[in-house]
T-cell receptor, first 113, second 113 residues
């Protein structure tokens, strides 16, 4: 089963609106990362938040992490049509027997111009 | 452009055949990761190499194998192919062996007929 599960599975908004995606995970982590994937293309790293951080910003992106709830959220402010893509969270678990980034199933974001 | 290259871009083959996918990491990156992305399984981690040695293993089938060469490029070998092996195969690289930011290649789309 997936370590990270994104919610919602799909999101459609108008240009200029904010988009919020959530990720829940199951085990303790070293860090959580968000990636973006345009259709059929490779993933692009957006932002990494470590387990001892609660919030991080990068341009129009804001990521929060709540390790007590094992959840993270990605907020994209003032969305643009070019933000249309799938967004994945990936976790780096602390379990040394399973050291690998585990990706969630992704949120498909559609930004209408 | 992430700096990670993968060849070929597309591969169409028949069941029972064997194929080799090639990946060249970003200059200076020592770690290479292989992922499989299919509609029903999502993005699955297959295997990681660090400076020529296997570092971590994920959901890689016994029919699949990989290696990393002295020049740090990597190959993923898929044999006795089945219809269900049809997927996008991504290679990613990172500077270190830890699970921080990974840079993804454009992927190889494998179709097994």
């Amino acid at each position: 089963s997936q370590q990270g599960e994104e919610d919602p599975q799909a999101l459609s908004i108008q240009e200029g609106e904010n988009a919020t995606m959530n990720c829940s995970y199951k085990t303790s982590i070293n860090n959580l990362q968000w990636y973006r994937q345009n259709s059929g293309r490779g993933l692009v790293h957006l932002i990494l938040i470590r387990s001892n951080e609660r919030e991080k910003h990068s341009g129009r992106l804001r990521v929060t992490l709540d390790t007590s709830k094992k959840s993270s959220s990605l907020l994209i402010t003032a969305s643009r049509a070019a933000d249309t893509a799938s967004y994945f969270c990936a976790t780096d678990p602390t379990d040394t027997g399973r050291r690998a980034l585990t990706f969630g199933s992704g949120t498909r974001l559609q930004v209408q111009p | 452009d992430s700096g990670v290259t993968q060849t070929p871009k597309h591969l169409i083959t028949a069941t029972g055949q064997r194929v080799t996918l090639r990946c060249s990491p970003r200059s200076g990156d020592l770690s290479v990761y292989w992922y499989q992305q299919s509609l029903d399984q999502g993005l699955q981690f297959l295997i990681q190499y660090y400076n020529g040695e296997e570092r971590a293993k994920g959901n890689i089938l016994e029919r699949f194998s990989a290696q990393q060469f002295p020049d740090l490029h990597s190959e993923l070998n898929l044999s006795s192919l089945e219809l269900g092996d049809s997927a996008l195969y991504f290679c990613a690289s990172s500077v270190e062996a830890g699970y921080n930011e990974q840079f993804f290649g454009p992927g190889t789309r494998l179709t097994v007929l």
